[in-house]
């Protein structure tokens, strides 16, 4: 399976940042996994965003508090983090990954990684 991450390199403040994942070699349907978002920063180091999983049930981070939409596109096997009203705190390598079990508790638990997307936030 592998994943790759697209979209904007940099992002105006109070801006909606747009991320799709897509997804090659396994179905976002029938592998039973959970398809996450990730950041790092250097300051926060790894944070876990939220998923989408197999059957469509989302979860998200009390942290990014309620200004996150996770959405998927089964036709084309994407999955999308939509981060709304960004602020330059939103600047980050953003990853998305997939698990098979949650809560994940490190980064040994994700079994597939994208490559990462550096976005910064900057008028």
């Known amino acids: 399976v592998q994943l790759r991450e697209s979209g904007p390199g940099l992002v105006k403040p109070s801006q909606t940042l747009s991320l799709t994942c897509t997804v090659s070699?396994?179905?976002?349907?029938?592998?039973?996994?959970?398809w996450t978002w990730i950041r790092q920063t250097p300051g926060k180091g790894l944070e876990w965003l939220g998923y989408?999983?197999?059957?469509?049930?989302?979860y998200y981070s009390p942290s990014l508090k309620g200004r996150s939409d996770i959405s998927r596109d089964t036709s084309k096997n994407q999955f999308t983090l939509q981060l709304y009203s960004v602020t330059p705190e939103d600047t980050a390598v953003y990853y998305c990954?997939?698990?098979?079990?949650?809560?994940?508790?490190?980064?040994?638990?994700?079994?597939?990684w994208g490559q990462g997307t550096q976005v910064t936030v900057s008028s």
């Open positions: 990954a997939a698990v098979n079990k949650w809560p994940a508790k490190t980064r040994y638990d994700f079994e597939y």
């Open positions: 070699g396994g179905s976002i349907i029938t592998n039973y996994y959970y």
């Open positions: 989408i999983s197999y059957s469509g049930s989302t």
